[in-house]
């Protein structure tokens, strides 16, 4: 399987905004992409998700090129609390198969 | 609402035995999904239930199997263990007519295998 990439980290100053980038190109053409965080011991928690258009929600904003095979989750104003690592992730060819990102663990600085 | 919900929350098994971790899913929700996750990675698909039957399985061997029963509840077996097989455990839960299937993940089961 091919990969779906992320960087490894990035670090942010609390209150400013975060863009994380993701390539998909194996996500289907006609899933939708989603992006997830972890926070430590706990399981994934979704942040939003976007089908071609950029979305926005009360936790963040989903930006999707027009190629889709890439997105980047934007954090407008970064707190301590969104200190966690990030998934892209989607389902690959039209089957029910899901396929997460390489993550990307965002440190935030007070 | 629960939400998801993994039981046990941590297991030590020795090589070469077999363990069964179950979840039950969000109300609601028919579909459930398995993923490992090893640490420092994200987490591999494993593969998917719905309406009692595999729909979906990842790249993982035979070793791995599971149930989905007619409650939505599922259990992941793992037979002859093998040390690369400590990792966490997550059961996600979903709607198969959700228009965007949000997964809802629950804590995940720590396996370590010895």
């Known amino acids: 399987d091919a990969k779906t990439t992320q960087p490894n980290s990035m670090e942010s100053n609390e209150e400013e905004p975060v863009h994380l980038p993701c390539n998909h190109s194996?996500?289907?053409?006609?899933?939708?992409i989603h992006w997830y965080r972890q926070l430590p011991s706990q399981g994934p928690e979704y942040v939003i998700h976007g089908l071609t258009s950029n979305v926005n929600n009360r936790m963040a904003s989903l930006a999707i090129a027009e190629d889709r095979k890439s997105s980047t989750l934007i954090l407008h104003r970064a707190t301590l609390r969104d200190a966690a690592v990030y998934y892209c992730g989607g389902t690959t060819s039209g089957t029910y198969k899901y396929i997460f990102g390489t993550g990307t663990r965002l440190k935030v600085l007070a | 609402d629960a939400g998801v919900t993994q039981s046990p929350t941590h297991l030590i098994k020795t090589r070469g035995q077999q363990v069964t971790l179950r979840c039950s899913p969000k109300?609601?929700?028919?579909?459930v999904s398995w993923y490992q996750q090893a640490l420092g990675q994200g987490p591999q698909f494993i593969f998917q239930?719905?309406?009692?039957?595999?729909?979906q399985r990842g790249n993982f061997p035979d070793r791995f199997s599971g149930h989905q029963f007619p409650n939505y509840s599922s259990e992941l077996n793992v037979n002859a263990l093998l040390l690369g097989d400590s990792a966490l455990y997550l059961c996600?839960?979903?709607?198969?007519?959700?228009?965007?299937?949000?997964?809802?993940f629950g804590p995940g089961t720590r396996l370590t295998v010895l």
């Open positions: 194996t996500i289907s053409g006609t899933d939708y």
């Open positions: 996600a839960s979903s709607i198969t007519s959700g228009a965007y299937n949000e997964q809802f």
């Open positions: 239930y719905y309406e009692e039957e595999e729909r």
């Open positions: 109300s609601g929700h028919d579909t």
